[in-house]
């Protein structure tokens, strides 16, 4: 457990450190993404015909070829880069814009921070958000931990603060966004969802 962190409720002095996680959190997804797109077969036999048509419109040019398969692959990272922007730039003009209105003053969302001591200041170590469905079940849309405090705990940590926090609501599940790259927050998820209601945690990807 990350017996040095301590989980509270979103303050605003917290709102630089939380956009700069939010930041870094979702575009590190870019190169997982990328590379289990350019490694699925289909991707492979498409990268590979692209560089032999470089080879043969170049004249059997090795360097057209290389040339070909790389502006291909640098066409998947760019739209690998392009959704996971675009998705933090749509939620940075909605719910991330203000955290205070979106969550904290509706008693049935809620925004959590895990802050940790580092050389005696205190930093903001993970978050995670949860909004009110229909009134009937929570969603996740944000849970992040930041790399330094990874596989200590605290991504389980912030799971059980929201899935008690929707207990007490009386909810009947709790919704988890995610994406198929995001390995870590699917173990989470299933880790999570062994301590629970087998309905209670669902996923919903992106």
Aim: one cysteine or more; a neutral charge; proline letters at 3%.
């Amino acid at each position: 457990m990350c017996e040095i962190c301590s989980i509270r409720e979103y303050q605003a002095e917290d709102k630089d450190a939380v956009i700069s996680l939010f930041r870094n959190g979702i575009l590190e997804h870019v190169y997982p993404a990328f590379f289990k797109t350019i490694s699925h077969p289909d991707q492979i036999g498409v990268t590979l015909s692209i560089s032999m048509a470089g080879y043969v419109l170049g004249g059997s040019s090795y360097f057209m070829a290389l040339l070909f398969g790389g502006a291909w692959a640098g066409l998947i990272y760019y739209c690998c880069y392009e959704i996971y922007e675009g998705y933090r730039l749509s939620r940075m003009a909605t719910d991330m814009a203000d955290i205070q209105a979106s969550f904290l003053d509706n008693p049935d969302n809620g925004f959590w921070v895990a802050k940790a001591e580092v050389n005696g200041k205190s930093k903001v170590a993970g978050l995670i958000g949860q909004d009110e469905r229909d009134g009937s079940y929570g969603e996740v849309p944000h849970l992040i931990v930041s790399f330094a405090y990874r596989k200590k705990g605290l991504g389980s940590q912030l799971a059980h603060k929201v899935m008690e926090f929707c207990k007490d609501r009386g909810f009947s599940r709790v919704v988890l966004e995610t994406s198929s790259p995001q390995t870590a927050a699917n173990a989470l998820y299933n880790r999570v969802r062994q301590l629970y209601h087998p309905t209670s945690l669902k996923k919903n990807y992106l």
